[in-house]
């Protein structure tokens, strides 16, 4: 898989949110055997025909259905200009919306695609231009159809975007590493040098360059999907109140080494054990205790997580954790 180099920026105006909001199975599984490469085989084949369209200067007079305008937009970038194997020091997420002209059958043409296409990249140019890093890259794209109304098809781009890349692998938080809990605080001990980071950013940094890398071997991946999990999903330790997601109310919103090592060891559980969904009633539900249950979907690896954070009333304050994951799939070599 590709390892980020170098990018360059080239600003394009566009108006956009920045939205700064069952058991471990092995990976080599996934991989697999003719079914696995059969299937690769048609993404990669659905990835080349579908940009040879979008790439083409003449016009085709085609069209295709929206469903498959919306997931070859994302294949096709997250593909030709993603980097989700390389590390980040920090990672956002940012909402861009489109529309799309479709007729009765929900069938839109080439060339309206083609259209939608480019703006897409522009928008990836401008939200790169505009952090203010040297080291920058798309992580992801995650485009969906919102809805569809009348002739016009609404359509959402999240982009995950990696900066500021550092080395390492869950860095162990050490006796002085004391962080308050958010809101770029910096640490406890009130240094100014650690301004520009806080508890939620030090554990987030840790989950998205892990220094042991867990390569999947991918070429590519699709089907990228964004798993919310907070406070109000029920993110609970079986009957018991202690959240792996932070859940603090400390007067000095100081959360110590000890507890920062729990939260990061909590949150790897959560990313990388499979959710089951059949007790998922009102909302991703995760049991530990019981049966060691995640948030990961079935047949999908870890892309990037994102740790927000967020005051529900003066007392209390959380971390909400936005994790992205994405069906990996394989070149076929003769």
Known sequence: MKKIIFILSVAATVAVIFHSCKKEK??????????EASYSQQIMERIIGF??????????????????????????????????DSSSRDFITVESFYTLHVDADSMATDAAVQAVYQLMLDTVDYHLSQIDASMKFL????????EVVGNTAYIQATNGYGFNLILGWYTPFGDDDDWIWGLNLGSCNQSPLDDDSDASDEIQ????????QINTGADGYTDYEMVEITRMDNCVRYNNTDFYIYD????????????????LEGAHQIIYEFNDISNDL?????????????????????I????TDEIITSSLYLHLYKITYAKPYYAVTE
């Open 51 to 84: 940009g040879e369209k979008m790439n083409s200067s003449m016009k085709s007079g085609g069209s295709m259905h929206i469903d498959t305008a919306v997931w070859g937009l994302e294949a096709l970038i997250s593909y030709e200009n993603a980097y989700p």
């Open 282 to 302: 009102y909302g991703k539900i995760i049991i530990y205790e019981e049966d060691n249950e995640g948030a990961r979907p079935e047949d999908k690896v870890f």
């Open 205 to 212: 940094y840790r989950l998205n360059h892990p220094a042991v």
């Open 26 to 35: 092995s990976i080599n599984n996934l991989k697999g055997g003719p079914t």
């Open 139 to 146: 992580v992801f794209c995650d485009v969906e159809l919102v």
């Open 304 to 307: 990037s997580i994102e740790i």
């Open 248 to 263: 603090g109310s400390d007067d000095d919103y100081c959360m110590h080494n000890t507890e920062l090592t729990y939260r």
